[in-house]
């Protein structure tokens, strides 16, 4: 009896699930919505919005569009696309959790645009076997796959860069605070930061895992401390770098992405790309969704204890 409880509730939770796959793609298929659009979609659109139901497509609906896409992290052009009717269907699934936070993920570094690498430096060596590892493209497939799992289960994560080029530490944290600050004027969720990396040295012994927080005793803190139980537990025979000295495992530093937003922040430098074997780990499709799978912990965690 126990058994089949388990499974009917396991199915149920599937059930729930799924059911979200099919309004998002169904719209994803429909047109795009800009100023001037008219119709059933255009009230869909201003229900989810919780404005002014006309079926017009005005000024109005454009400003609260607009506003939306700067909360999410999106490009502010008004247009309603695949992306921002995707964010709208997740915001209106994760409405019932109004006591969770906005999860702001930061894939540090520039992405690769036709073929080539946006950073300097910031990648592996070449390997005998050819490969080669650039940050930038690895913290987007983490960031991607955290986000993923996030919307599965109606937590708001907010992709702060969504674009391969590289901006700024100054446009990352700049964006991250008018996010924190909309959201503190439209609902007041919480928002907590995240920037993930892979770690570098001059010397491929160098290896390890390890999070980061600013200096001294934070919020931050606990976070820290459950994002690194989280990796020692799935990566038990891998080195976790940490500062014990405080009474926490994290490791401390000024790193401006952390002094510079107004909100609980971390850091995750997720093993060496520069060590052979840590390289491959991060190369790998199943590396890339254990990382994000910790770093996923971390947030239900944080979500069910509401530990800040």
Not at 209 to 234: F, P, R
Not at 241 to 264: T, Y
Request: aromatic fraction near 6%; hydrophobic fraction near 30%.
């Amino acid at each position: 009896m126990k058994t089949s409880d388990t499974t009917t509730k396991k199915l149920n939770q599937k059930e729930k699930v799924n059911s979200v796959k099919p309004i998002i793609e169904e719209k994803n298929k429909k047109m795009l919505l800009k100023k001037g659009s008219k119709g059933d979609d255009v009230k869909e659109l201003q229900k989810l919005l919780n404005i002014t139901v006309d079926g017009d497509f005005g000024p109005a609906t454009e400003l609260a569009v607009m506003k939306f896409q700067g909360q999410q992290g999106l490009k502010t052009d008004g247009i309603v696309g695949p992306k921002t009717w995707a964010k709208i269907q997740n915001r209106n699934n994760s409405k019932e959790n109004t006591n969770g936070y906005v999860w702001i993920l930061d894939n540090g570094h520039g992405g690769i645009i036709d073929g080539v690498y946006q950073t300097s430096g910031k990648r592996s060596p070449k390997w005998e076997d050819g490969t080669q590892l650039f940050e930038g493209e690895f913290n987007r497939a983490v960031v991607k796959r955290i986000i993923k799992l996030c919307e599965e289960e109606g937590i708001e994560c907010i992709n702060l860069v969504d674009t391969e080029k590289d901006l700024s530490l100054r446009w990352r944290t700049d964006k991250a605070n008018d996010i924190y600050r909309e959201r503190q004027q439209s609902d007041g969720k919480k928002c907590i930061y995240v920037s993930v990396h892979a770690n570098g040295f001059n010397k491929e012994s160098a290896h390890g895992w390890s999070v980061y927080t600013t200096v001294g005793e934070t919020k931050s803190d606990k976070i820290a401390q459950i994002l690194h139980e989280k990796a020692k537990a799935e990566f038990p025979t891998h080195k976790m770098r940490m500062d014990n000295r405080d009474g926490d495992a994290d490791k401390e530093s000024n790193f401006w992405v952390l002094r510079k937003v107004v909100m609980p922040s971390i850091l995750s430098e997720n093993f060496f790309m520069t060590n052979r074997e840590e390289s491959k780990l991060l190369l790998s499709e199943e590396g890339r969704d254990r990382i994000a799978k910790i770093h996923f912990q971390m947030i239900k965690e944080v979500e069910k204890t509401k530990i800040i």
